[in-house]
């Protein structure tokens, strides 16, 4: 997903509108430049979609000021308005014939008039077909229009400029995937996958190989550390999620789980996970590959991981 709005720089700032607090990060050269977060007032949004835009627009234009951000900023999105779904297509090399392609599929596939959505792909993987000829998969996100302008509303009205918006589930797995250029020997012969749990204002999940995301989706599941029974809870949509993907065709094996997010931080939680769906349960480096050497020591490192893979969508991009 790969929304862009206007001229790429690598001075964008990648913004995660969590829920609970807004998290903002530049990354320099494959490096943590600034990091910068502020709690937000209940209310402002409910399950990963902005309810009130204005009171939004106030808390960023704040951070923003305060710590001296770029203006130009990447956004992710994770909630109940975006549907993904895997399509196969005849391999195309022309990019618009592949374009009307994927959009003829998706107006069936899709359960949203695509008048109003936001539609993109992403390229997964190659195969032959039962006719010998080369066919592709194709990961499809659809978001709907209305959630994606109050969010730009609530931006704009911070005297903030979009440079793109991204799936958060995106930014997940740029931060914790192997650095593996997709290559079409890649998209043929993809990595083991891992399942990507992020339990933030939004319980977000992903499944992916390497760096090619093969299934997300946010979960009804609303992290607590005091519910007692939220980790099952956990366990009984994450276990759905895989059943999900694994009855895709030609579908690649789970092999563990990967925890992030301010709710990751308890080591407790990963036991009774493990415990729970028979993987293998880790908790990862909140900055993967960035490191956390440059976080200040008033931040919460797990604050930043879904800002800094959109930071580096910007960079990718």
């Known amino acids: 997903m790969n929304f862009s709005f206007g001229k790429k720089t690598s001075e964008a700032v990648g913004l995660d509108v969590d829920g609970g607090f807004l998290a903002a990060a530049v990354v ?32 960023l234009k704040d951070l923003f000021r305060s710590h001296k951000l770029p203006e130009r900023v990447r956004l992710g999105v994770a909630n109940q308005q975006i549907v993904v779904r895997q399509m196969e297509i005849p391999m195309i090399e022309k990019l618009p014939e592949r374009d009307a392609a994927v959009r003829f599929l998706a107006a069936e596939a899709i359960a949203m008039p695509l008048e109003e959505a936001v539609l993109d792909y992403q390229q997964i993987g190659a195969f032959e077909g039962p006719d010998g ?11 709907r229009a209305s959630m994606i302008n109050k969010l730009l509303e609530a931006v704009k009205g911070a005297g903030l400029k979009p440079d793109g918006i991204d799936l958060s589930a995106f930014a997940l797995v740029r931060m914790f995937a192997d650095p593996v250029e997709v290559t079409p020997e890649t998209l043929e012969s993809p990595q083991p996958a891992r399942v990507l749990c992020h339990l933030g204002g939004v319980t977000n999940v992903a499944i992916a190989a390497g760096p090619i995301c093969l299934f997300t989706r946010p979960l009804q599941t609303v992290w607590s550390a005091d519910d007692e029974g939220v980790v099952s809870s956990l366990a009984e949509e994450i276990r759905l999620s895989l059943d999900f993907h694994m009855a895709q065709p030609n579908a690649i094996p789970v092999n563990s789980i990967v925890l992030s997010g301010p709710g990751a931080t308890d080591e ?43 930071a580096l969508g910007v960079e990718a991009a």
């Open 28 to 59: 320099d050269d494959g490096s943590i430049g600034r990091l910068a977060s502020a709690e937000l007032a209940p209310g402002v949004t409910a399950d990963g979609e902005v309810k009130d835009p204005a009171a939004l627009s106030s808390a």
């Open 133 to 143: 000829g080369v066919r592709e998969r194709v990961l499809v996100v659809a978001a």
């Open 268 to 310: 407790l939680v990963a036991n009774e996970l493990e415990a729970r769906t028979g993987l293998p349960v880790s908790v990862g480096e909140p900055l993967g590959a960035l490191g956390t050497h440059t976080v200040p020591s008033h931040e919460d490192p797990s604050r930043f991981t879904v800002a800094a893979g959109l």
